[in-house]
Structures are given as C-alpha cells and as structure tokens.
C-alpha cells in the first residue's frame, strides 16, 4: 500500500551523500555560519510571536489521523474543552490530530497556535490556526524549545514516530529537572497500554533503568473529559508560568 513517503527515497539517499561529502575549509565555515543564523532567528521569531499567548496546553498526534476517525473526534473536543477552561492550544500546525486541536480551539474563538515543520509532505500548516500564532520552523530542535517553553501540559493522543520523540523529550526534560513538572496525559488507554506495559515491566522491573517514581511523570485516560480534569487539577495548585 503506497503512502505519502514513498517518493522521497531519492532525497534520502541524496541527504546521506551529502553528509559523506568533502568540503573545504571555507565552504564549511560559509555554510555553517549560515545555519547560526538560520537557529537564531527561529529562536527570535519563536520567542517574540509566543511570549504573550497565555497559559497553553500542547496536544500531540498522528498525522495521519483522518477527520472520521474517533481519535480526530476526541483531539477536538479535548480542545474545545481546554479553551473553555482558559487555557490556549498548541499543536504542530500539520494535519491529523493537530488539525483536530486546532479546529476544537477555533470552535471556541479560543489561542489556536501551530508550530510546523517545513516538511516535502507538509508544505503549509492547518486552516484552524490563527494567522498571527504560525510559526513555520526548519529545525526541530527549535521547534521542541517552543513546545516545552510555553506550554503548561501536553495531552498526547495516538501517534507514530513523532509523537513518541515529543512525548520522550517531555518526560526526559521533567526527569532530569530541566523544566518544571506539567502534567503530561496519554488519552488512549488501548493504544497505549503495550508502550505502558513495556516501560512498566522492562524498563523498571526487568533492567532498573528507571524509577519507580518515574511511572508518576505521566497519566493514562480515555477521553476527552478526563484529560482536561488532569490538567484542571494539576494547576489548580500552581501559577501557569512559562517552565524555563
């Protein structure tokens, strides 16, 4: 079954071919002085645009989700929730999950923030972003600062590759004590139960490679309902600030 990845094997191959090619001294420091700039004006574009958005709550998740899935149905109205219990919402800015957050903030005339990524197979973001609060990143890295600076939570629905990398960074930066402690909710327990149960038994138990407090970092529901009372719950007792 073909997908939208199938067509990008030539630019792979060209991307590893390039990281094996000689440069000279001067083509090294042209090129790389070029990136510095590049980092530090997304980091400024980022920072300048998301500073006074008010308290946020980050939502992850497939792209590759469709509208008539039960999972895009969920994404929006955990959204439409969040909104109407003050905070804003942040996703990627792609399609999928990402566009159902958006479209549940929007419902609401709620912050509807998109970070994208510039993408060959996401050219732009979402219809339901506010046009002041896009954001178009080359550099994932920066991205993921954006992410982490300016939300107060993430609610992590079913996802690929993606998704795990922002859910895993999220828990590794609160492990670490990089950021403060936000609230992190899975919503899916079927989905989600096999990672759980792996971390659980082969992380912990079988290896110790991670404390038992660390099962606490995040909370497994089901909906939309009780995502969002995870969140309620978690800040009543706190000032929504940026985490670093």
């Not at 992850?60 to 905070?87: N, Q």
Request: glycine content about 8%.
């Amino acid at each position: 079954m073909s997908n939208r990845f199938d067509n990008f094997d030539e630019k792979r191959e060209e991307k590893i071919r390039k990281a094996f090619k000689e440069r000279d001294w001067n083509e090294i420091k042209s090129t790389d002085s070029w990136v510095i700039f590049k980092v530090i004006s997304e980091f400024v574009e980022g920072f300048e645009k998301l500073s006074k958005i008010g308290p946020c709550v980050s939502v992850f998740g497939s792209a590759r989700t469709p509208a008539e899935h039960p999972h895009y149905k969920v994404a929006e109205e955990l959204s439409a929730k969040l909104v109407r219990h003050g905070y804003g919402v942040i996703t990627g800015g792609g399609p999928g999950i990402m566009e159902a957050a958006n479209k549940g903030a929007a419902s609401e005339n709620g912050r509807s923030v998109g970070l994208c990524i510039k993408l060959p197979f996401e050219a732009k973001g979402n219809i339901y972003i506010d046009p002041d609060k896009m954001i178009m990143f080359d550099y994932f890295f920066v991205r993921k600062v954006m992410f982490t600076k300016y939300s107060q939570g993430f609610v992590v629905l079913p996802g690929g590759f993606g998704t795990l990398d922002e859910l895993f960074e999220a828990m590794t930066l609160i492990q670490t004590i990089k950021i403060g402690r936000f609230p992190i909710v899975l919503v899916g327990k079927e989905y989600w139960s096999g990672l759980m149960d792996w971390i659980k038994k082969t992380l912990l138990e079988q290896y110790n490679y991670i404390n038992a407090e660390d099962l606490d970092l995040f909370i497994l529901v089901d909906d939309a309902t009780e995502a969002v009372k995870v969140i309620d719950d978690f800040y009543s007792k706190y000032l929504l600030t940026p985490n670093f």
